[in-house]
C-alpha cells in the first residue's frame, strides 16, 4: 500500500493547495517506476500548467527529477567545469565555437545536449552533419574526452533525470510545455545532474523562441538562475534576440560550417558577439579570467575543436554534405532591413528537411536556409536575400508557404537588442 494517492495529488493542485515534499517525491517517483499512469500524470501537469507551483513545489519537483537518476561528480577531473545551455532558437549554433573556445582557455565543458524538435535546431543534430562523428558515448569515454580535449558534447544517457524524459514526452502531447516552472525543473534537473561547477543560461526571447516576450523570458531566467544556485551551480542568465535569427544560417552542414568561419577568426558579428558573451559567462562562473577573444584570435578554439571533433569518430577535414536543390528569395525592397522573422525561417528550414516533427523522424544533413543580409543592413531591391537549401525539390513550395510576411524593409519593427538581459541571483 503507497504512501499517497495519485487523485488526492492532482485534487490537490487543482484546488491550489500547495503540495507537500514527500507528495511531489512519491509522484515523480512512482510515475517514473510506472506505477502512476499517464492519464493521472496528464491531469497533474495541467493543474501544474494553471496554478503554477510555489518556491517550496519547484524546488521539490526539480529535485525529485535529479533524483531520478544520478548526479555526476566531476571532481576527479582536477579542473574546472562550466556549462552553457540555450533554451532553443533559429540558426543558433553557439555550442559549436563555444565549447572548444571555453575548453581552450582550459576550463572543461561537459555538454550534454539534445536533438531538435519542431522549428528549433538541436546541436546533435547538427554536428552529425560532420562524417563520421557520433553522438553516444560511454560514461567512460566521456570522462577520458573532458580530461584529454576539455570538451565534449554528446547525448545524455538514461541516468540523466529519466523522470524528465518520461515527462517531457507526455508535456509534449498534452499541450503543457509552456509552462514557466515546467521548463526550469525539466532544464535544471538536467544540467544540474550533469555536474559542472557554473551554468550559464542563454534564454531566447523573441518569435522564434519558447518564450516570445521579453518579461515571460526574464521570469524563465530568474526561476532558473534561482534553481541552480539553490542546487550549489554558480548560475548566470543572458535573456538575448530570437526576434530575428541567429547569425547567417539555419540547418544543420550550414551551421557548421558558419561555426567553423568563427572558430577561424571570421563569421558573422552577432554570432561572434553572443559566442564571446557565453564564454565570459562560463570563465568568470568557473573562476577563470581568461580573454576568450585572444584565445579565439589565437587559433587555439579551432584546435580543440579537431580535437573534440576527432575524439568522437568525425573527421574535421572531410567536407560537409551538400545540397542538391537551391531556390533564392530576393529582397523585396530598398533600404534597411527591419524585420527577418525567426520563426518563419525556422519553420523553412524545418520544412526543407532540416528538422524533425516526431522524436523518430531522421534529419538532412544538407537541408536549411542562408540569409545574406540579417536587421539593420541595408539591402536593394532584387538582391538575393534568402537561400532555400534542400535535397528534395518538393520541400521548396511549404518552405516558401512559411516566408510570407517574414521579411520587411523599412517597416515599424523594432529589433530587440541582442544580449537584452544579464540576470543573476
Ligand atoms: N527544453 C527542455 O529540456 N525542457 C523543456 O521543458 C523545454 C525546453
Not at 235 to 264: C, F, H, K, Q, Y
Not at 350 to 372: M, Q
Amino acid at each position: 500500500m503507497s504512501a499517497h494517492d495519485a487523485i488526492d495529488v492532482i485534487r490537490a493542485k487543482r484546488d491550489g493547495v500547495e503540495l507537500t515534499g514527500d507528495q511531489i517525491r512519491w509522484v515523480i517517483g512512482a510515475y517514473t517506476a510506472g506505477q502512476v499512469p499517464d492519464e493521472q500524470m496528464s491531469a497533474l501537469l495541467m493543474s501544474v500548467f494553471f496554478r503554477g507551483m510555489t518556491p517550496a513545489e519547484l524546488a521539490a519537483w526539480t529535485q525529485a527529477m535529479i533524483d531520478s537518476g544520478v548526479r555526476k561528480d566531476l571532481s576527479s577531473l582536477g579542473r574546472p567545469t562550466a556549462d552553457k545551455h540555450s533554451t532553443g532558437g533559429v540558426g543558433d549554433k553557439t555550442t559549436l565555437p563555444l565549447a572548444p573556445l571555453v575548453a581552450a582557455c582550459g576550463v572543461a565543458v561537459p555538454q550534454l545536449s539534445g536533438r531538435g524538435l519542431g522549428h528549433t535546431g538541436g546541436t546533435l543534430d547538427k554536428l552529425e552533419a560532420i562524417p563520421g562523428w557520433r553522438a553516444a558515448l560511454t560514461e567512460d569515454k566521456y570522462l577520458a574526452q573532458l580530461r584529454d580535449v576539455g570538451a565534449v558534447v554528446c547525448a545524455a544517457g538514461n541516468d540523466l533525470a529519466p523522470a524528465d524524459k518520461l515527462l517531457y514526452a507526455l508535456r509534449d502531447v498534452t499541450g503543457t510545455v509552456e509552462s514557466i516552472p515546467l521548463i526550469a525543473s525539466s532544464i535544471m534537473s538536467k544540467k544540474i545532474a550533469e555536474g559542472a561547477d557554473a551554468l550559464v543560461l542563454d534564454v531566447k526571447t523573441g518569435s522564434g523562441a519558447f518564450m516570445k516576450d521579453v518579461e515571460s523570458s526574464r521570469e524563465l531566467a530568474r526561476t532558473m538562475v534561482g534553481l541552480g544556485e539553490a542546487a550549489g551551480v554558480r548560475t548566470v542568465a543572458l535573456v538575448t534576440a530570437m526576434d530575428r535569427p541567429l547569425g547567417r544560417s539555419a540547418g544543420n552542414a550550414v551551421e557548421v560550417a558558419e561555426s567553423l568561419e568563427v572558430l577561424a577568426g571570421g563569421g558573422p558579428a552577432d554570432l561572434v558577439e553572443l559566442t564571446l558573451a557565453l564564454a565570459r559567462e562560463m570563465l568568470t562562473g568557473a573562476g577563470s579570467d581568461a580573454d576568450p577573444a585572444d584565445v579565439l584570435a589565437s587559433g587555439r578554439a579551432m584546435d580543440s575543436w579537431e580535437a573534440m571533433i576527432r575524439a568522437q569518430g568525425g573527421d574535421p577535414d572531410a567536407p560537409l554534405p551538400q545540397p542538391t536543390e537551391r531556390h533564392v528569395v530576393t529582397a523585396p525592397a530598398t533600404g534597411t532591413l527591419t524585420r527577418l522573422d525567426a520563426f518563419s525561417l525556422g519553420v523553412a528550414a524545418w520544412r526543407l528537411g532540416a528538422g524533425r516533427a516526431r522524436k523518430e523522424d531522421p534529419v538532412s544533413a544538407a537541408a536549411g536556409v542562408v540569409w545574406h543580409a540579417t536587421v539593420g543592413e541595408q539591402v536593394t531591391a532584387g538582391q538575393p536575400l534568402l537561400e532555400l537549401q534542400t535535397d528534395d525539390a518538393s520541400r521548396i513550395e511549404r518552405a516558401l508557404q512559411s516566408l510570407e510576411g517574414a521579411v520587411g524593409v523599412d517597416t515599424d519593427d523594432v529589433p530587440l537588442p541582442l544580449v537584452v538581459d544579464r540576470i543573476t541571483a
